[in-house]
């Protein structure tokens, strides 16, 4: 357990340099143990996400207890240390639950532009052609809309797709089979057919890729019903997320971020899923509930340190299930915190902030001290410059000052 | 076998237009004759080619049978297309199909359905000619002009009325109406608004059967897909990207083009650069065939055909079917743009007096037999009216059913459980 607090400290550097470039390959990173001494207790905290999905099937072990209270750092539940587990990082997790998941079901399979012989344009699917074939992970031509539709089609007559965006802004062109079919087919055939899809790709602000390949999907596509949407931030929620997706019966998208590819962690070796709906405890507080996910959890993490040190006390959830929203875990920090900040990548325009600032306004209006505030990218197409693409979304001393300045 | 189409190299050509399918003259003869333009141009193609109809992928030729089926009556040979079984089993859907279609203008003019109703009378023949050939397990994908593609695969007509009516016995309970039309039991996969959305889902039905024959193992898997969709899909992308994945992957699709020249008010030929769509088969390496789709026999011939290089996994085919909507292209449609003498020339060619005819002629069915028929569709139609008037309407708690296959997509709420364990929610009163 030792290691693991020397890990977490080691970590610090994820996002070091003003010009947010990160390199995470420079660390055994463990954000699923990220937290910070509290000034008045030493606790390790644990997060929520261990929990067993009602399926009475599922084989992941119970391990973790739902409300993220702080446990004792040598709790034999609180840590995988049962068994010696395996370092991976986040695109080879990703990898990993779509492979087990294909084991375990023959009619999961792959489609998408070069996810077979080429492995995926970040290799999430590396490896799956030689050894599934052809068929189960299908190359596709460059039809987003109709290889969607037709991943939809094969839903509807009994297997299991997951569909992959080269980008996600891609799925843009397959906007009309997500919204209409794959989230309305359910419904309008009075619950006769099932559309069990995954749709996951890279998406979010990279490294100067340029205004449409650092597009962010996730506000677009929220209005939709009948779709789930959750956003994965590390190795292990990835595999989590992307073996719960599979097993759903509903459709579910997949946000992966481009620039989480390569964080590391060390995996259990069991089978264990991540709850599609609940979000994720990173580091329980008590002044302000920061709510954010997948990169931008970092941003806030990294910030978090420096308002430590300042004296504060955050609490940072990942909300992780972007649709809908886990308003059990988020209403509990507001009920005491008191006050609320979001930090997204979204667009400040109908992005996920402004729903979620919404939901929490009609939810817990009478907990609030102070105005949610919410930190979201510049409505603005992403520019291709570096210094010009690193003020179009949420940096760290941001996220400081809204702090400071929500808690005064 | 291969019979009907090597029979193409032999009918007579009663037109001068006889070319192959390279040129990409044809247009010009079709707008040489400005006045017939609408009533003539693309229906007097008689393209033949030498080659046999099993073609390999790349060589793609342009059959046309048009006049098939009219060479073999002429010679009174003693071979009919069909036996008096089958005869009667076709006449009877198609009747259904009218006098279901006829009800629905019906009804809606009284105020029993509502929104946009888009009724088939005319096109009966390819659906009848089609669908009458599948098994239960083949699929059936089609648009909003959905209803008698949906009866001719099985679906009962009460069913269908009941979902028209919005009751909450219908096909879809009432949540699907008129333009979706589904059914797992008789593998209707829809029932689509927008045109175009539900070739991909053809195409990914297909895709299945070719998965579970190749990797599940099932070898006896043979289903196969029918994608019904109009004239004006054939400019729609995903027309041509769905064409290209299924000759790619040799998925047992068939796609039916029911070309009926009209798109709401858009003549196929003001939309379309090149209005034989037949031969846009061919640039993905599938046979395109053009057919008379006012014949149910014709129909039936090019199906058999079709469905039976999908079956044997020989891959897609492209067919277009000539063929008229008598009403307007939904019950709100004036109708105003069609010329009364292309509406008077298609309705002289109605396919079910067409078939009547035929079965008379060849003593296949009396006349009294056909009436018993007619009468007993009339006592389906009725009875499905009596059903869905009588049947309830769908109660407040259906509202927030079937929105997920699994409700916890809904969330977990602010008490902890999730939102679906409300009551509100099996109350159907519950704010999402």
Not at chain 1, 202 to 223: D, I, N, T
Request: charged residues 20%; proline residues 5%; contains cysteine.
């Amino acid at each position: 357990m030792a290691a693991i607090f020397q890990g977490v400290g080691a970590a610090a550097p994820l996002s070091s340099s003003p010009s947010n470039s990160f390199d995470s390959n420079k660390s055994v990173f463990s954000p699923r143990r990220s937290f910070s001494v509290r000034k008045r207790a030493s606790f390790a905290v644990v997060r929520s996400d261990g929990i067993v999905n009602l399926n009475p099937k599922g084989r992941s072990a119970q391990r973790l207890i739902s409300n993220a209270v702080a446990t004792k750092a040598d709790s034999p539940a609180a840590s995988s240390s049962s068994k010696p587990g395996h370092e991976l990082l986040l695109f080879e997790a990703l990898q990993e639950g779509l492979e087990e998941e294909m084991e375990r079901d023959p009619r999961v399979c792959v489609m998408g532009e070069d996810v077979g012989h080429y492995g995926g344009s970040y290799k999430v699917t590396k490896g799956l052609a030689k050894r599934f074939g052809d068929l189960r992970v299908l190359d596709t031509p460059i039809a987003e809309n109709s290889f969607t539709g037709m991943g939809i089609g094969a839903a509807m007559t009994g297997l299991r797709p997951v569909i992959e965006g080269m980008n996600m802004g891609f799925l843009l062109l397959a906007f009309n089979q997500i919204s209409n079919n794959c989230g309305m087919l359910h419904y309008t055939s009075g619950g006769q057919f099932t559309i069990p899809v995954v749709i996951r790709g890279p998406g979010g602000v990279g490294r100067q890729l340029g205004a449409e390949h650092s597009q962010r999907l996730e506000s677009y596509f929220q209005s939709i019903p009948g779709i789930q949407m959750v956003a994965c931030s590390t190795p292990y929620n990835a595999k989590g997320l992307m073996k719960a997706a599979i097993r759903s019966e509903n459709p579910v998208i997949l946000f992966e971020h481009v620039l989480l590819y390569n964080l590391k962690e060390r995996l259990p070796d069991e089978d264990y899923i991540c709850n599609l709906e609940e979000a994720e405890m990173v580091r329980p507080g008590e002044h302000v509930t920061i709510l954010t996910y997948s990169r931008m959890r970092y941003h806030v993490m990294q910030a978090a340190k420096t308002l430590v040190n300042k004296g504060y006390d955050p609490e940072v959830i990942d909300i992780r299930s972007l649709k809908p929203f886990d308003l059990h875990t988020i209403g509990n920090s507001v009920k005491k915190t008191h006050r609320v900040l979001i930090v997204e990548e979204c667009m400040r325009t109908g992005g996920i902030g402004a729903s979620l600032t919404a939901a929490i306004t009609e939810n817990f209006n009478d907990y609030l001290d102070a105005p949610i505030m919410c930190l979201s990218s510049q409505d603005v197409p992403t520019p291709y410059a570096g210094t010009l693409e690193e003020v179009t979304v949420v940096q760290p001393a941001q996220i400081v000052t809204a702090v400071e300045q929500i808690c005064q | 076998m291969a019979s009907a189409f090597s029979a193409a190299k032999f009918s007579a050509q009663p037109f001068p237009l006889n070319h192959t399918s390279t040129t990409s003259h044809d247009s010009s003869i079709v707008f040489a004759k400005p006045t017939s333009l609408f009533l003539g141009s693309t229906r007097k193609l008689r393209l033949t080619s030498s080659s046999k109809f099993n073609l390999s992928r790349r060589s793609g030729t342009v059959d046309a049978v048009s006049d098939v089926v009219k060479q073999k009556k002429s010679k009174s040979s003693p071979s009919l297309l069909i036996t008096k079984e089958e005869g009667l089993e076709l006449y009877e859907d198609l009747v259904l199909g009218r006098a279901f279609e006829d009800m629905c203008a019906q009804m809606y003019y009284r105020g029993k359905m509502f929104g946009f109703v888009h009724l088939y009378n005319g096109q009966e023949a390819v659906s009848t000619g089609f669908i009458k050939l599948l098994k239960q397990q083949d699929s059936v994908v089609s648009t909003y002009r959905d209803h008698v593609h949906a009866l001719s695969k099985g679906v009962p007509a009460r069913a269908v009325m009941s979902e028209l009516f919005g009751k909450t016995t219908g096909c879809c309970r009432g949540q699907g109406g008129s333009m979706h039309m589904f059914s797992r039991e008789h593998n209707v996969l829809g029932g689509f608004a927008f045109i175009g959305e539900g070739i991909p889902i053809a195409t990914g039905a297909a895709f299945t059967s070719k998965y579970k024959r190749e990797v599940l193992k099932e070898a006896d898997c043979d289903h196969v897909t029918l994608a019904f969709f109009g004239d004006g899909t054939c400019n729609n992308g995903q027309f041509f990207e769905c064409l290209n994945m299924a000759a790619l992957w040799k998925l047992p699709i068939v796609f039916v083009v029911e070309n009926n020249l009209w798109a709401i008010g858009m003549s196929h030929l003001r939309a379309t650069s090149d209005p034989q769509i037949y031969k846009k088969g061919p640039a993905f390496g599938m046979p395109g065939i053009h057919v008379d789709g006012m014949d149910v026999l014709k129909v039936r011939e090019v199906a058999k055909e079709a469905i039976g290089r999908a079956r044997r996994g020989e891959g897609p085919t492209l067919v277009e079917c000539e063929t008229y909507r008598f009403r307007g292209h939904s019950l709100a449609d004036p109708d105003e743009l069609r010329d009364p003498a292309e509406k008077a020339h298609y309705a002289a060619r109605d396919p079910i007096t067409a078939l009547k005819k035929y079965l008379i002629e060849n003593s296949l069915a009396s006349e009294a037999e056909l009436k018993t028929i007619e009468k007993k569709i009339d006592e389906v139609v009725e009875d499905a009216v009596e059903f869905a008037d009588e049947s309830p309407v769908p109660a407040r708690s259906q509202l927030l059913e079937n929105v997920f296959a699994d409700p916890k997509g809904f969330g977990i709420g602010p008490d902890g459980r999730y939102r679906c364990e409300d009551p509100k929610f099996t109350e159907g009163t519950a704010h999402v």
